[in-house]
């Protein structure tokens, strides 16, 4: 299950129904895994509440975290040259483009992300990134580029972009303004098929929840794939069914249906 807009509920927390829901399912003996465009570093602290889930696949599959361990167990960082061929591509159709990169260490950003960040979000103040005095990465295990166009925003942004970036890269878009790129291999439905066949899981015992373009993959992927009903259209037209709203916990509707759970209710 994606995150932002699946699994949390609005304001980016796990619902005390949600939580309770996933631990359920996970003592039935299912692996629920989180799969997700954040970064490691801000997406373990959001499933505190919930004991049950030992994966994330974060940076949408650039990287894999074993909570059991309270470690990084894999990553799939660019090469130089892809790292570098993606931004020089990128700055020569738009020059003005704002970039910040995340890294095992943490998350980083130059001044024209803030600058470009916030012509649409006056308010944009980046609390979670450290801003560097230089205008590109100059690391070698650089996990995910985030991009900021100073006018154009989420899925026009993204479809500008897609024709001026090498093939070797994937890119997409969580919601947020700005569009993510990983390399190639380093997607959901790919990071979330190798880790199934790492535990074991067998594809026809498969099921996804998301709602935007990065999650596209997983959706494709798995055996069912659900779109919350939130979802961008572009989810709504491939995904095989469709969850409640993610206000409404529809991811834990939709588990508790498959494995006659009880919910726990009120609900906060």
Known sequence: TDLDGTLLSPGAFVASRTAATVDAVVASGVEVVVVTGRSHHSAVPLLEKVAGVRWLLCSNGATLYDRQVGAIVHQ???TPHQRATAIESTRAAFPAVGLA?????????????VLNRRRSEPRFNPTHSQLVDRPDPDRHDVVKLMLAH?????YDWLDALLPHLPDDVSASTSGATFVEVTRGDANKGTALADLCAQLGVDQAHTMAFGDHSNDLGMLQWAATGFAMANADQRVLSVADLMAPHHADHGVAQILEQLFGIDPELPDS
């Open 76 to 78: 799939r960082p660019f």
């Open 101 to 113: 990169w995340e890294t095992a260490d943490g998350l980083f950003h130059s001044k024209q992300w």
């Open 150 to 154: 100073d006018e154009l925003l989420t």
